[in-house]
């Protein structure tokens, strides 16, 4: 499939600041599964640092905007043609250890409800428990848009029983690293047809062995396939933060963020 992609993202600031700094990694992955053409970053009015991998394997690219600023806009573009390989991520180079992404973090950390969650799963092999823990963490956490924030840990979205999609994947990844499987936070995009799909998306990868990683999109109960396109990864979402970035100036932040998927002619 030959999706094409601008996301915009605006920073606002109530007072000038002296300087803004970002990390991106914003550039899809180069895996089996997708890649990308024509792809830009632009950032407004910003003076383009270092560029490099990391250890996961997500291009890295640092921006500075030099003050007085009232405004920063990043501007993403480009197509991607993306295939199905059945979630699993074939082709992608990382340096990370597996068994770094056993650690949990304060949003992926277990209470009783994930543990009970976990313990009840089944499967005869580590394929078929990760599809289990994923089917029920779609059972246990009904998609709601709003009813969750930024801050919402996998054992509050739980417990609450509505998230979107960053809730489905905290807590499958804290279920599946209960269970002794490796699993990390994937952030990308997501298309879909209906009006109200999400664009921006996130859903989780399980390290199966003999397979590598095998992403899980709870959310859509289903594994990724040609309509998602990955952009990083990270122990949880704030790990696998898209855009980061430091302030030098005290202001009130705000921020709107666009994001359009859609299918290219081929």
């Known amino acids: 499939m030959l999706l094409s992609v601008r996301h915009v993202t605006t920073y606002a600031y109530a007072q000038p600041v002296r300087r ?18 024509g792809w830009t970053i632009e950032v407004s009015d910003a003076v383009e640092g270092s560029r490099f991998r990391d250890g996961c394997g997500d291009l890295v690219r640092a921006f500075t905007v030099r003050g007085p600023v009232e405004q920063v806009r990043v501007t993403v573009s480009g197509t991607v043609t993306t295939t199905d390989t059945a979630g699993i991520l074939k082709g992608h180079k990382e340096s990370v250890p597996v068994v770094a992404w056993l650690t949990e973090t304060p949003a992926t950390a277990p209470d009783a409800g994930l543990r009970e969650l976990a313990a009840a799963a089944t499967g005869g092999d580590a394929l078929a428990l990760a599809h289990d823990l994923s089917r029920r963490v779609a059972d246990a956490i009904v ?11 996998a054992a509050e979205a739980l417990a609450l029983g509505k998230g979107v999609c960053q809730d489905h ?12 499987l490796p ?3 994937v952030t990308g995009y997501l298309f879909s047809a209906a009006e109200t799909g999400e664009a921006a998306h996130a859903w989780a990868e399980i390290w199966i062995e003999g397979l590598g990683w095998v992403g899980f999109d709870p959310a859509n109960r289903c594994c990724p396939d040609e309509r998602h396109i990955r952009l990083a990864c990270g122990r949880d979402a704030a790990g696998a933060a898209p855009v980061r970035g430091t302030v030098r100036g005290t202001a ?10 859609a299918q290219a002619q081929q």
């Open 20 to 37: 803004v700094v970002q990390s991106l990694r914003l550039t899809p992955t180069d895996c089996a599964s997708q890649t990308h053409s």
């Open 143 to 153: 998609w709601t848009p709003g009813a969750t924030d930024a801050r919402t840990t």
């Open 169 to 180: 994947a905290q807590a499958l990844i804290c279920a599946a690293r209960l269970r002794e």
């Open 183 to 185: 699993a990390r936070y």
């Open 252 to 261: 009130e932040e705000s921020t709107q963020i666009a994001v359009a998927v």
